[in-house]
C-alpha cells in the first residue's frame, strides 16, 4: 500500500513504500490481533460463566454418578467440544477410562 506521496529522501531511493504507509500497515496489524485476542477472551469468560452456572445449579445434588455427570459438563464449558474431545481420546489411549456420569 503506498499513498502515492513523494517522499523518497536521496538515502531512501530504493524502498518503494512510503514509510507512513508501513507504519499504518504495522498498526492494521496490530489492531487486527488484538480484536482476535479480545475475541479470545469474551470466549474465555463465555465457558467461565457456563461452568459456574452448571456448578451453582447441579453441584450439590447428590449420588456419585450425578457428581460425575456435573464434572463432564464443567469440563465441557470450560474446555470446549474440540479440546474435550481430545481431553477423552488423550485419556483413552493412555488406558484411562471417563465416565459422563448420570444427569440430575
Not at 517522499?7 to 488484538?34: A, R, T, Y
Not at 477472551?41 to 456448578?55: G, H, P, S, T, Y
Request: proline share 3%; charged share 25%; aromatic share 8%.
Amino acid at each position: 500500500m503506498d499513498c502515492g506521496y513523494n517522499w523518497k529522501p536521496e538515502l531512501e531511493k530504493d524502498s518503494d513504500s512510503c514509510p507512513l504507509c508501513k507504519f499504518n500497515s504495522g498498526m492494521d496489524m496490530i489492531v487486527q490481533n488484538n480484536m482476535k485476542l479480545q475475541a479470545k477472551i469474551n470466549q474465555v469468560r463465555r465457558n467461565n460463566e457456563a461452568a459456574m452456572d452448571i456448578l451453582q445449579t447441579y453441584g450439590n445434588i447428590e449420588g456419585s454418578d450425578h457428581k460425575m455427570w456435573v464434572i463432564d459438563q464443567t469440563l465441557r464449558a470450560l474446555m470446549g467440544d474440540v479440546k474435550y474431545k481430545n481431553f477423552i481420546k488423550e485419556l483413552n489411549e493412555i488406558g484411562y477410562s471417563w465416565e459422563e456420569g448420570i444427569a440430575p
